[in-house]
């Protein structure tokens, strides 16, 4: 994904109210609907297997190993290692080149030089594809960008749309592009998104189909043989008119039909397309299709918490598109068993407690079982029992602590993995605790104080600071009736709702203000709780218990 599909992914992922629920399950159905066309590339050609690909987004700063941003090109090689191993063969990378300024910080061409290298190294050390993702019309403010390294940048601190009726603009970006993607000549394939963040006010589809085809003209002059993808998602023109309203709509088929229409007119061999597979069908180029499957593994953005349990993303791998399927997550180092899931239903093969116990002695032999029960306690309800579960992963001695064969995928630490383990499930259960206080209208300071402590050590542990949600975090937040709390959560970016402009504020405007506010949510949210819980415990009669955690993990 790129970016700005925040401002409606950011819908569905939170806690919402029934109103919202309609358009929420309509962006999940795009989300997992979208698909990726991996055709016509030589080194797609060298194999006829199926892709199986995994999405590393680094549009979020924060810390290593959390974000793939930090990660050293050790890291890439082990969680790539890791990835072959379990089955995947691809990997699409979104470099954030949108808001590299001009000229590029240092720490922007280390970053440069450090994915051609990973390019380079997925082709030669384990003969995996690897893909590059755009979005079609972000550029940087460049005296806002060059504030932050690349590691620390902000996206919506500093990006900006170019119209793409501006011949003078448009070219300034294409030769901005055609510098930096020069060091990444050696890629499969570019994918272009269609929107998130992308479009323009009054844009239309005749314009972004000259925009793809100015990227097929730059590609040729770069390589011959890089594949263009169109990524289709919530449309050029449905994204324009979210620009020009403030509130967000998605293209109609009748739109995306056109664009597609007018794509396969120009023909810009080779290309690929994601997304519309059953447009695809009707226009007779369904054998250019990859579902994508996104949010299957991870949704984002999303403030890190290991997925596990259900279908989601077994399933998600178990639907491939005509030519594959194509995975993604937020916090990879923390996504491992929904990663593992993804790609056993992408091989058509089970998934049951014992192999999950199996993948799990494979990172941490001799932990097989204590990883997954932890696993299982850290998607349950019952806090005394992710008490417990937490309470024995801290004992563990580092002599049982020793790396396996998917050693990779712990980024060289098996006991910050342990750490993590733990330190998720004392934030559930500090959750799990405060939602059981207001439902029965109980005393809430002892829970929350519990929450906020667990939360604060977890986000300082990653360094997270976009959009925090979970299902029913709202909900429990509201029920505190806590004035700072709820100044917080009445801050949140609803992109379905009619705009609040401030005076003089055009809808263009804030939209990218609305998406800015959210880069900083997680640490403005915990400074809140963190108020209330002081306030409250002030006023709260007698001294906090300490919680019991006798009770043993299950």
């Known amino acids: 994904m790129s970016g700005q599909i925040q401002a409606f992914k950011r819908v569905y992922v939170r806690p919402m109210a029934v109103g919202e629920k309609l358009a929420a399950k ?19 050609d060298e194999t006829h297997e199926k892709l199986v690909g995994m999405y590393v987004h680094q549009h979020w700063p924060y810390h290593h190993p959390y974000a793939a941003r930090a ?25 954030v080149l949108e808001t590299m300024p001009e000229p590029p910080t240092a720490s922007d061409r280390a970053n440069l030089r450090k994915i051609a290298r990973v390019i380079d190294m997925l082709h030669h050390q384990f003969g995996m594809r690897a893909y590059i993702v755009l979005c079609p019309n972000v550029i940087a403010r460049d005296e806002a960008a060059a504030k932050a390294t690349f590691e620390k940048r902000h ?23 055609s510098k930096l993607l020069a060091v990444l000549k050696n890629m499969d394939g570019l994918a272009i998104i269609d929107s998130d963040p992308g479009g323009y006010p009054g844009a239309t589809n005749e314009q972004f189909a000259n925009l793809l085809m100015a990227h097929r003209k730059l590609l040729d002059q770069l390589r011959p043989g890089i594949e263009l993808i169109y990524w289709m998602h919530a449309g050029w023109l449905g994204y324009g008119r979210f620009y020009e309203t403030g509130k967000l709509s998605f293209s109609t088929e009748a739109e995306q039909t056109d664009m597609l229409l007018r794509l396969k007119a120009l023909n ?35 403030f890190p918490m290991s997925n596990f349990g259900g279908n989601t993303a077994y399933e998600g791998g178990a639907q491939p598109g005509p030519r594959g399927v194509m995975g993604n997550a937020q916090t990879h180092c923390i996504q491992l068993p929904n990663t593992f899931a993804f790609s056993r239903g992408a091989a058509g093969k089970p998934v049951t407690e014992a192999d999950y116990v199996a993948f799990a002695q494979d990172l941490v032999p001799g932990l097989g079982e204590a990883i997954v029960r932890a696993w299982k306690d850290l998607a349950g309800s019952d806090p005394v029992t992710m008490r417990a579960c937490a309470a024995e992963l801290e004992r563990l001695p580092s002599w049982r602590l020793k790396p396996g064969p998917l ?17 998720m499930l004392r934030v559930r259960a500090g959750f799990e605790s405060l939602r059981a206080a207001v439902d029965h209208s109980g005393p809430v300071a002892e829970p929350l104080g519990e929450f906020v402590t667990a939360a604060a050590r977890w986000q300082r542990q990653h360094g997270y600071e976009n959009t925090w949600w979970w299902p029913n975090l709202d909900e429990v937040l509201r029920k505190l009736n806590a004035p700072e709390v709820n100044a917080v959560l009445d801050t949140r970016f609803d992109p379905f709702a009619a705009p609040k402009l401030l005076p003089g504020e055009t809808p263009f405007q804030y939209v990218g203000r609305k998406l800015a506010e959210e880069e900083s949510n997680s640490p403005r949210l915990l400074h809140a709780l963190e108020s209330a819980w002081k306030r409250m415990a002030s006023e709260a009669p007698g001294p906090v218990p300490v919680k019991d955690q006798a009770r043993t993990c299950r």
Do not use: Q
Request: glycine share 10%.
């Open 155 to 177: 996206f919506f601190y500093c990006d900006a749309r170019v119209n793409p009726g501006d011949p003078v603009a448009m070219r300034r970006l294409l030769e901005r592009r």
């Open 407 to 423: 050693k990779g995928l712990l980024f060289g630490n098996p006991r910050r993995f342990v750490n993590d383990l733990a330190m």
């Open 71 to 95: 990660w050293t090109l050790e890291d890439w090689r082990g969680y790539a290692d890791g990835l072959h191993r379990l089955g995947y063969n691809a990997m699409l990378i979104w470099p």
């Open 268 to 302: 810009p061999e080779p290309w690929g397309l994601a997304n519309g597979l059953d447009i695809a069908k009707k226009l007779g180029i369904a054998e250019r299709v990859i579902s994508f499957n996104y949010g299957r593994i991870e949704g984002e953005p999303s």
């Open 26 to 44: 309509l962006v999940v159905l795009l989300g997992t609907a979208l698909v990726l066309a991996l055709c016509g590339t030589a080194h797609a």
